[in-house]
T-cell receptor, first 110, second 118 residues
Framework: RKEVEQDPGPFNVPEGATVAFNCTYSNSASQSFFWYRQDCRKEPKLLMSVYSSGNEDGRFTAQLNRASQYISLLIRDSKLSDSATYLCVVTNNAGNMLTFGGGTRLMVKP | NAGVTQTPKFRVLKTGQSMTLLCAQDMNHEYMYWYRQDPGMGLRLIHYSVGEGTTAKGEVPDGYNVSRLKKQNFLLGLESAAPSQTSVYFC?????????????????FGPGTRLTVL
């Protein structure tokens, strides 16, 4: 089983839609959780950290479910500029490094 | 404040040639990383460093060597390039290393180096 698993997509949604991604992880002791965004042919950039209580940043909401070992990202009112690959990142099984998921590709259409 | 920079941006090698990729960061981060990214494989850690003068193997270290002689620089070397090393290479740095939780573990990435080995 991969340490971090994501549906690769692509998710094709119209502008204004709400879209959600899930990511499952195998290390129950993981302490750090992030969502990164990666545009085509660019480097990954931090979108938001994910806290146990859940957190929101504008149109983006991240949730952590430790019992089921998954994190989620909800994007409301999708914009064309949201089109990118979203990477789920968690502490690895050894607890000494971050592990990146393969990414979920989002395409927002006019 | 340039963040993380990488040189070169592009390179084409022939099988068996050697090269060094340079990564530099100006954020005074202790931790630095080299990743490769291949289609369908996601980011895979090659080597990392927890401080000046120290390096450690990541998930896919074979065929690569690294050095961290100065805190701000992390070099990735390919001694004898192979076509399987065709990839996009990203360097990253962070304040902490994924134990504390929270934003201090955030990794900041350079723009990447696109390497083709013929």
């Amino acid at each position: 089983r991969k340490e971090v698993e994501q549906d690769p997509g692509p998710f094709n949604v119209p502008e204004g839609a709400t879209v959600a991604f899930n990511c499952t992880y195998s290390n129950s002791a993981s302490q750090s959780f992030f969502w990164y965004r990666q545009d085509c042919r660019k480097e990954p950039k931090l979108l938001m950290s994910v806290y146990s209580s859940g957190n929101e940043d504008g149109r983006f909401t991240a949730q952590l479910n430790r019992a089921s070992q998954y994190i989620s990202l909800l994007i409301r009112d999708s914009k064309l500029s949201d089109s990118a690959t979203y990477l789920c990142v968690v502490t690895n099984n050894a607890g000494n490094m971050l592990t990146f998921g393969g990414g979920t590709r989002l395409m927002v259409k006019p | 404040n340039a963040g993380v920079t990488q040189t070169p941006k592009f390179r084409v090698l022939k099988t068996g040639q050697s090269m060094t990729l340079l990564c530099a960061q100006d954020m005074n981060h202790e931790y630095m990383y080299w990743y490769r990214q291949d289609p369908g494989m996601g980011l895979r850690l090659i080597h990392y460093s927890v401080g000046e003068g120290t390096t450690a193997k990541g998930e896919v270290p074979d065929g690569y060597n690294v050095s961290r002689l100065k805190k701000q620089n992390f070099l990735l070397g390919l001694e004898s390039a192979a076509p399987s090393q065709t990839s996009v290479y990203f360097c990253a740095s962070s304040y902490s290393i994924g134990l504390a939780g929270g934003e201090t573990d955030t990794q900041y990435f350079g723009p990447g180096t696109r390497l083709t080995v013929l």
